[in-house]
């Protein structure tokens, strides 16, 4: 049974601003990868989102992800798509998460194979986003399968979705958010958000609805540390908006300034987003930077929580405890449970 | 097909061998589904829905449909030209149309039954297809125009994969499609159907 003590959980439960971050699984089989990029993080967040192959492309699977970085001494957010896995493989692996420890997961419909690394993939969907939000739920409150069947003993993960706010039709998406909350998500991730007003204006609705009092509000937002990386992310990201006046502020600074201005605004839309009624904190997206999420915290004036300092965090024993059992899993489970 | 065997048939004709743009036609049934817009216009069909709706006559021709594996066939050959030619139907078995602004998600790529996913184009267009309208944004639209945007929060419960290829109106006819959706009040909306679909006839 895991009653696995979360501090997302506590965190959203606090008065104070939560932090979340993104952290990509590495493309190899070196378990230090996750390790280097999560240890930066410590004490400055609440938990990591170990993605369920990003943008469709293969990676390490959050599993093993998540497991890494509980051994790395900060919580997993296990992501979980309905993109590689029909219903019985889903299930099964939510239910080993919960076994294995790992407190919270973030369910999603999923990029398409198209925009991955393997687009010859057969793409799957046998559950959209809410009905896996659902079936969590229903695992969770009610110890059963879609099947009926009972589980014994449930698991007890705090269960996350996510939305864009930006993506068409606007008007509908905090109805959608709605209809994953009646489904049963504690706390919702968003999209990027750098078009504040947007959001702003997304928030207000949220609060018509009467959302943020059933399910935490979680806002995305990212460094942009480049003119191609802007390029990027508005070509290559589904449902990514960014506004003109994003890309006019990193044109108007020298070439060597444009990362500390991207830095610069990341902090900005923070203060801005935390102001809004009805946020719970954001959610740190920043693929291939995770070391530098500790800079824009502190200049966003996200404090490193004081309770958390490095070495006190985890005793190397328990670490070390964790590492034989996350080993002995991967050894097993690896090959036949999880291929992609 | 074994990659490096033949060209696909979008390769014979000259273009590229692997596109996110499978077979030719708007309705046909390849690869991943595409995003349909339906032509006749919603008001006209929510106003043929109650000529559909189950009663005695309905019931009894379902029975008599069931009653034989070619009449069935037939009938559901019929079911699918129509309703592929209008909605791009894939034969799910279990429509869901009347609830969506007649506008099929089952052609979405995703075959979201939910409502659109994350990555709709500021523009509108699907992520999988740029040249095609979302078509969770369509049924938005056409639900909204008809005073029924109520049934887009309607929570749509996980499909039945031994339906493909059944009649969905004889499932209708028959009350075996009851609870496809409910709605998302009250504190635990139960996310299990009374009785499956039906399995394969």
């Not at chain 1, 969907?125 to 009610?142: C, I, N, P």
Request: glycine residues 12%.
């Amino acid at each position: 049974m895991t009653s696995a003590p979360s501090s997302l959980r506590s965190s959203l439960e606090s008065a104070r601003a939560t932090v979340t971050a993104e952290v990509g699984p590495p493309r190899g089989a070196d378990p230090a990868a996750v390790r280097r990029k999560v240890e930066p993080l410590r004490g400055w967040v609440a938990a990591v989102n170990i993605p369920d192959g990003q943008s469709a492309h293969v990676r390490m699977s959050n599993w093993a992800g998540s497991l890494l970085a509980l051994d790395a001494g900060v919580e997993p957010v296990m992501q979980v798509t309905c993109r590689d896995r029909n219903r019985i493989a889903l299930q099964s692996d939510l239910m080993s998460a919960a076994a294995l420890g790992i407190p919270n997961v973030v369910l999603m419909t999923g990029d398409h194979p198209r925009f991955g690394d393997h687009p010859d993939a057969k793409p799957v969907f046998d559950l959209d986003g809410v009905q896996l939000v659902w079936t969590a739920r229903t695992m969770r409150d009610e110890g059963r399968l879609l099947s009926g069947r009972q589980l014994d003993p449930p698991p007890s993960w705090l269960i996350g979705a996510v939305e864009n706010p930006f993506a068409p039709p606007v008007r509908f998406r905090a109805a959608r958010l709605g209809k994953k909350v009646a489904a049963g998500a504690d706390f919702v991730q968003t999209q990027f958000v750098f078009d504040v007003p947007v959001f702003t204006r997304w928030m207000a609705d949220v609060r018509d609805l009467g959302l943020q009092q059933r399910c935490k509000i979680l806002a995305g937002v990212g460094p942009v540390r480049s003119l191609r990386a802007l390029e990027f992310m508005s070509n290559n990201i589904p449902g990514l908006w960014i506004p003109d006046e994003i890309g006019r502020r990193l044109r108007g600074v020298p070439a060597d300034r444009v990362a500390d201005e991207g830095l610069a605004m990341c902090a900005e839309i923070i203060q801005q987003i935390l102001r809004i009624p009805g946020v719970s904190g954001v959610h740190v997206m920043a693929p291939g930077f995770e070391h530098g999420i500790p800079e824009v915290l502190a200049r966003a004036g996200l404090a490193r929580a004081a309770t958390d300092r490095p070495g006190q965090a985890e005793p190397a024993t328990a670490g070390a405890a964790r590492s034989a059992r996350a080993a002995g899993t991967a050894g097993t489970g690896g090959g036949s449970g999880h291929a992609h | 097909m074994t990659v490096g065997q033949r060209p696909g048939r979008a390769a014979r004709r000259g273009g590229k061998a692997v596109t996110g743009r499978p077979g030719r036609g708007a309705r046909s049934i390849a690869a991943w589904p595409r995003p349909v817009r339906p032509r006749p216009p919603a008001w006209l069909l929510y106003r043929i829905q109650p000529l559909l709706a189950p009663n005695t006559f309905y019931r009894r021709l379902a029975g008599w449909l069931e009653g034989s594996r070619g009449r069935y066939r037939i009938f559901a050959a019929a079911e699918k030209t129509v309703k592929n030619e209008i909605f791009g139907c894939r034969m799910c078995g279990q429509c869901t149309l009347p609830v969506t602004g007649y506008a099929c998600p089952m052609t979405c790529p995703k075959q979201l039954r939910n409502g659109p996913c994350g990555g709709v184009g500021s523009d509108g267009s699907c992520e999988v297809y740029p040249d095609r309208r979302c078509v969770w944004l369509v049924a938005c639209e056409r639900a909204e125009d008809n005073g029924r945007i109520a049934d887009l929060q309607l929570l749509q419960r996980p499909i039945d994969h031994r339906g493909w290829g059944q009649s969905s109106w004889v499932n209708y006819w028959t009350g075996r499609d009851d609870g496809l959706w409910t709605t998302g009040d009250g504190p635990a909306p139960a996310i299990g159907r009374r009785a499956p679909v039906a399995g394969p006839r």
